[in-house]
T-cell receptor, first 111, second 117 residues
């Protein structure tokens, strides 16, 4: 079983749609959680951290359920520029920031 | 110096050849990481340096792979006797924080794309 599991997609949505991505992780000792965005043939970039209380950054809302070991990302009012791969990431508390990535979920937003 | 620099951006090599990649981290970052990303997968951790000390190595890092960070600044990743399965994007990242803290300051370079033919 992979440490971080995501639906690879692709998710094809029209502009303006709301789309949700989910992710599960297997290591209950995971300490911190993130969503990264990766454009084609580019490096991953931090989109947002994820907290148990839920957090929002503009059109993006992230949620963590530690009991279920489940992480989500909601994108509202999708834009063409949101087309990318979204990587679910956990930080294992091994004494340093060892990031464990899911395979990523590909989002395609069409006009 | 506004980010993590990796060189070269692309490398095509014949099977069996040795290759070396370089990473220059953000200057004030004392932590440096190497990851490998194959097509359709997320990045996978390879190794971690704190200053010049290599503190963690993944099982993915076979004997053909070696990484160094001789003065605690730039790092090199060498692959000896390359195989087609080594074809991937090799990503370097640096940070100024350790432990279980946030990813703030954890910055990736643009990567070196290796193709072994």
């Amino acid at each position: 079983r992979k440490e971080v599991e995501q639906d690879p997609g692709p998710f094809n949505v029209p502009e303006g749609a709301t789309v949700a991505f989910n992710c599960t992780y297997s290591n209950s000792a995971s300490q911190s959680f993130f969503w990264y965005r990766q454009d084609c043939r580019k490096e991953p970039k931090l989109l947002m951290s994820v907290y148990s209380s839920g957090n929002e950054d503009g059109r993006f809302t992230a949620q963590l359920n530690r009991a279920s070991q489940y992480i989500s990302l909601l994108i509202r009012d999708s834009k063409l520029s949101d087309s990318a791969t979204y990587l679910c990431v956990v930080n294992l508390n091994t004494g340093f920031q060892k990031l464990v990535f899911g395979t990523g979920t590909r989002l395609l937003v069409s006009p | 110096d506004t980010g993590v620099s990796q060189d070269p951006r692309h490398k095509i090599t014949k099977r069996g050849q040795n290759v070396t990649f370089r990473c220059d981290p953000i200057s004030e970052h004392n932590r440096l990481y190497w990851y490998r990303q194959t097509l359709g997968q997320g990045p996978e951790f390879l190794t971690y340096f704190q200053n010049e000390a290599q503190l963690e190595k993944s099982r993915l890092l076979s004997d053909r792979f070696s990484a160094e960070r001789p003065k605690g600044s730039f790092s090199t990743l060498e692959i000896q006797r390359t195989e087609q399965g080594d074809s991937a994007m090799y990503l370097c990242a640096s940070s100024d924080r350790g432990g279980a803290g946030g990813a703030y300051g954890y910055t990736f370079g643009s990567g070196t794309r290796l193709t072994v033919v």
